[in-house]
């Protein structure tokens, strides 16, 4: 299974990619949001044809202590299989990692691409 996850680390309701991993905030968060997500995201990858690359983004409510409290999702990939499995492992992620500076924001958005 290959993915990626996006998660922010900056103010609420911000994004990062690797290009802004935590949005100025915590440089790694990033990459602690995907590793807590991408086990949990099971779905089975075809061998990928074309430039094409799905991608699901989610909207995600933290409590001061990581707890996810909702997932809604912003934009679909256009697969709904896939779309549930990110969810899925969005919720199975609960708590999501803390930032090493800061609390956890209100909210974070999550990106996941299929072959990234």
Do not use: H
């Not at 905030?25 to 099971?42: E, I, L, M, N, T």
């Not at 930032?99 to 072959?115: E, H, N, Q």
């Amino acid at each position: 299974m290959r993915g990626d996850a996006l998660g922010a680390a900056g103010l609420p309701g911000g994004t990062a990619d690797r290009n802004q991993a935590g949005g100025g905030r915590d440089d790694g968060y990033a990459g602690k949001v995907r590793a807590c997500v991408q086990p949990g995201v099971a779905y089975p990858v075809p061998t990928r044809s074309g430039s094409s690359n799905p991608t699901a983004e989610y909207r995600v409510q933290l409590r001061n202590d990581g707890t996810v409290t909702g997932v809604n999702m912003t934009r679909s990939s256009g697969i709904s299989g896939f779309d549930r499995a990110v969810e899925n492992g969005i919720r199975r992620c609960s708590p999501f990692p803390k930032p090493s500076t800061g609390g956890y924001p209100s909210t974070i958005d999550v990106t996941y691409r299929m072959y990234d």
